[in-house]
């Protein structure tokens, strides 16, 4: 994992109970997700408030600006306000959400964290290789 | 998005405004929203505004290389392919050609049973991550859909590679000689992974210029693309006309 690490960002792609209270990489709100979190009878307390938040959101301006029904906005609003939610608890501080999707697994971060990751790693990798390349030496010394 | 707008590229860029407005009223900065669309010819086109109005989009359900093309070319920050689902499709289309450019007796002999029928979808995100990188428009790829470790490991370099739970616990517990010192090997920069794609790597590739506009779109899907990306579009509305009744009642249920 470390070595592909080294070459990649490697993201989960599922959001699990356990996640909640948990610093995620990224996350992707999709109406799939609403579903799932509204239909989950004992956890995501919070999202499920946020939610019920949107069912009372009105803003007419936007609704004749865009020509979305007020379900629709209401809909997009709840998406929004998961996603808040996500960012503000969850999701690293570098880390992005995504606003809906047809797909509902998490995807991307961003290229801020994916370098911070990389020189991490590489920095963790050269420690390990500094370290190793030290002990051989010792070695050779002690059979010398 | 509205997944029913996924042909009106008016509607989306609509959409986008809306996403937008409403992140900015919660507070969500601009700059940490990804704005997710199925890479039809009309979310390409409204990726394109999007991306020029500052609002980072991410293209998924791309699963040929026409329609990556077109999608880079038009700015999107994040493409997105399932390299999973694309092996799915041709396993239950065994007529497909799974590489044009490879010998017929391959796929003959996998289809004997005396090799392994190949995945598709990882030389399609090997290919189109050196389009990538040609281009210099500094689009980020994901693979995501992968089914096993084996094929995680052989797209290692992919920008993001998404994984699934099983895969990243069975991957966190195999070992490599990495972090492993048994005093007898005298390279530290051996750890038995090599990056199967690379800058360097993608500098020295040649690569296959296609030009797509909305003429030759259909063709550059191909039947895999029009096929799956159909099937998702349709998929993603029907769960958008299920979630509307369901928010409406349950949450209002709730209260």
């Known amino acids: 994992m470390d070595a592909l690490e080294r070459f990649s960002c490697v993201i989960c792609d599922s959001l699990t109970l356990a996640s909640e209270g948990q610093r995620l990489k990224s996350a992707s709100v999709s109406r799939r997700l609403l579903a799932g979190i509204m239909a989950n009878p004992t956890s995501f307390g919070r999202m499920k408030f946020s939610i019920e938040q949107a069912r009372m959101y009105q803003n007419e301006d936007l609704g004749i600006r865009s020509g979305f029904s007020k379900t629709q906005l209401q809909v997009t609003k709840a998406m929004v306000n998961v996603a808040g939610l996500l960012l503000e ?51 050779r010394t002690r059979r010398g | 998005m509205d997944p029913r707008l996924a042909q009106d590229a008016a509607g989306l860029r609509k959409n986008g405004a809306v996403i937008l407005s409403m992140c900015l009223e919660n507070g969500i900065p601009k700059e940490r929203i990804l704005i997710q669309m199925p890479a039809t010819w009309a979310a390409i086109e409204a990726a394109k505004g999007l991306e020029l109005e500052g609002l980072q989009t991410h ?27 694309i092996n799915d499709w041709y396993d ?15 796929q003959a002999m996998a289809k004997a ?69 048994d005093g007898l090997h005298a390279s530290g920069n051996d750890d038995g992974m090599k990056a199967a794609m690379s800058p360097d790597q993608a500098a020295g590739a040649e690569v296959e210029r296609v030009r797509v506009d909305a003429s030759n779109f ?5 039947l895999i693309g029009s096929d799956l990306l159909d099937a998702d579009v349709k998929r993603a509305v029907e769960d958008a006309t299920r979630l509307e009744p369901i928010f409406l009642n349950r949450v209002g249920g709730q209260e």
């Open chain 1, 89 to 139: 608890s969850s999701v690293e501080q570098t880390g992005r959400v995504g606003a809906d999707g047809i797909i509902d697994s998490f995807s991307a971060r961003c290229s801020v964290l994916g370098a911070r990751c990389s020189r991490l790693t590489t920095t963790d990798g050269s420690l390990r290789r500094c370290l190793s390349r030290w002990i051989r030496a010792w070695l």
């Open chain 2, 59 to 85: 293209l998924v359900d791309v699963y040929s290389y026409g329609q990556a093309v077109a999608a880079i070319d038009s700015g999107v920050s994040v493409l997105q392919l399932n390299v999973g689902r």
């Open chain 2, 92 to 106: 239950k289309n065994p007529g497909a050609i799974r590489d044009p450019s490879g010998p017929r007796e391959t």
């Open chain 2, 113 to 181: 049973g005396f090799a392994e029928l190949a995945n598709p979808g990882l030389p399609l995100v090997n290919k189109i991550y050196n389009y990538i990188h040609h281009s210099s428009k500094g689009t980020k790829l994901i693979a995501s859909g992968m089914r096993t470790k084996k094929e995680v490991v052989s797209l290692a370099g992919c920008d993001y590679l998404v994984v699934g739970e099983q895969i990243l616990n069975s991957l966190a517990k195999t070992s490599t000689l990495e972090g492993y010192n």
């Open chain 2, 218 to 222: 259909k063709d550059a899907l191909g």
